[in-house]
């Protein structure tokens, strides 16, 4: 995965393939055991139920090498999902910070990191659209599904030199951010683009698009 899909498309974040080398990203999707490693290892978006997936491995290193996160910092990452990226950020960063909005996805995502030894991350059931104002600021902010526009709530927890990884768009196709406070000044750059499940909350989609 690593060599075939990350390094070959130009990915050489050095702390970030190491960290994904060894996560094992099968103990992240339900009934794993019976598919190949292939399907959960190919460059694809694997569905783990309740409308969610599990992002594709480029994706989920595109993010997270443009979010940097150092050794020490908090990261704050609304839509924990199944907690593979949670793994990712938390393998790379002093504290994680996770949000999710459905509790049978949040509850798995903490017994799988629990199973992994994994103690810097801390989870909450909620509107991850408003982020976690008491953990604030952070440091960096990766979030996990599309947003309508730049929630202000996130972008008023984002630390001075911050940074936020976040898809923003329509449903069916979103632009991938970067997305900085420099100097109290909000900036934001579009990387690529992408397809992300909505995120739904008070500061993105009122409801599931149709």
Known sequence: MVREQLEARGLHHRRVLEVMGRIPRENFVSGSRSRSPYSVYADIAVPVGRGQ??????????????????????????????????????????????VERDPVLAEGARERLSELDVENVRFRFGDGSLGWPEGAPYQGILVTAGAPRIPTPLVAQLDEGGRMVIPVGPPDLQELLLVEVVGGEVRSRVLTECRFVPLVGEAGWASPPA
């Open 53 to 98: 997936t599990l992002s594709q491995p480029y994706m989920v290193a595109r993010m997270t090498a443009e979010l940097d996160p150092e050794p020490g910092s908090r990261i704050l990452e609304i839509g924990t999902g199944t907690g593979y990226q949670t793994a990712v950020l938390a393998a790379l960063a002093g504290e994680v910070w996770t």
